[in-house]
Each structure stands twice: as structure tokens, then as C-alpha cells.
């Protein structure tokens, strides 16, 4: 038996509608982040003076702790309520660029959800110690944390889906 009515139009309002299940995915991965960054800052700052440094690898891995009053890599100063609004934007630029790409995509909602977690991470450290803690110092990088190494990992996930998709999108081109 057929229905009589007529399939509804799609509206532009369709294409912005997010599947719960994307917020699901986002929060489950961000808050796994957040935590699992948390828990090793915690135990820095409650282990360590400031400054001090132990060898966890010979040569190749140590954990410093050093308080970073400065934004990523030393750069953008050291205001606090600064910072936490470049994040927040850079955030909200974030998923409007990859918000339809997030509904499709497990890996990129997982990579968002690293990001996000991870910004929120190092908004709570400026909020709570007025400075985020850093600790996994490799002696030829500057001394970051699992926020970071998951905002870092999250965008060059995100950087190359942008890639791939662009690359999929060009026309093949035939052999002759």
C-alpha cells in the first residue's frame, strides 16, 4: 500500500540537523580526554616542584613539570581570559568547518572530540592554577601535555579528511 502524500522537500534546515549520536561520540571522546589529561596534570603538580624533571626513558622521554602562563608554543602572551576566547573561537570555527563532515565521519567526530576535550582541559588549568601544566618534555620540543598532544593529533586528522575529501571530490582523470 502507497501513501498519498508526497515526499517533503528537503530544506536547507535538513542539511544542519546533527544526529544525537555525533553529540554522543564528541562527549564520550572529550570527556575521556579531559579526564585522562586531568589525572596525569594531577599527579604532576602533586609529585613535582616546579621545574623539576625525571627521566621516564632515558634519552628520548622525561616528565618536566613547568607551569605555562604563555599560550601553544610560548606565542599569543600570557592573558589568561585571552587565550581561553582565541580557544573558544578557534573552537566554534572548528565545527562550523567540520560539523557536516562530523555526521558522516567517526574518525573526525573522534578527532573533534580529542580537541575539544583537550581545549577544555587547558581552559580549566588557566581558570584553576591561572597557568596550564606541562610535563612531557622530549628535550627537542617545547614541554606539553595530553591536552595538547590530542588538539594536535585532533587537527591533522581533521586537516587530512579535508585533504582526502578535496582529492576524492577532483574529477579522474582516464588514461588515454
Known amino acids: 500500500m502507497q501513501s498519498s502524500e508526497a515526499p517533503r522537500p528537503r530544506t536547507q534546515g535538513d542539511d544542519e540537523r546533527v544526529s544525537p549520536l555525533v553529540y554522543v561520540t564528541l562527549a564520550i571522546t572529550g570527556l575521556a580526554v579531559f579526564g585522562l589529561d ?94 596550564v601544566v606541562d610535563f612531557i618534555d622530549l628535550r627537542w620540543w617545547p614541554v606539553f601535555n595530553v591536552a595538547d598532544s590530542c588538539i594536535t593529533i585532533g587537527v591533522v586528522v581533521l586537516i587530512l579528511t579535508t585533504f582526502r575529501r578535496e582529492r576524492a571530490a577532483r574529477p579522474r582523470e582516464t588514461p588515454v
Do not use: C
Request: glycine share 12%; no cysteine.
Open 38 to 131: 586531568q589525572w596525569t596534570k594531577h599527579i604532576v603538580a602533586g609529585q613535582f616542584l616546579s621545574g623539576e624533571s625525571r627521566v621516564l626513558i632515558p634519552h628520548l622521554l622525561y616528565w618536566t613539570y613547568v607551569q605555562n602562563r604563555a599560550g601553544a608554543f610560548g606565542l599569543f602572551g600570557t592573558k589568561s581570559w585571552l587565550l581561553v576566547v582565541m580557544a573558544v573561537i578557534v573552537l566554534a570555527i572548528f565545527w562550523s568547518a567540520y560539523r557536516e563532515v562530523a555526521a558522516r565521519s567517526l574518525l573526525v567526530r573522534i578527532a573533534f572530540g580529542g580537541i575539544v576535550g583537550g581545549a577544555i582541559g587547558n581552559i580549566v588549568d588557566r581558570f584553576h592554577y591561572g597557568y
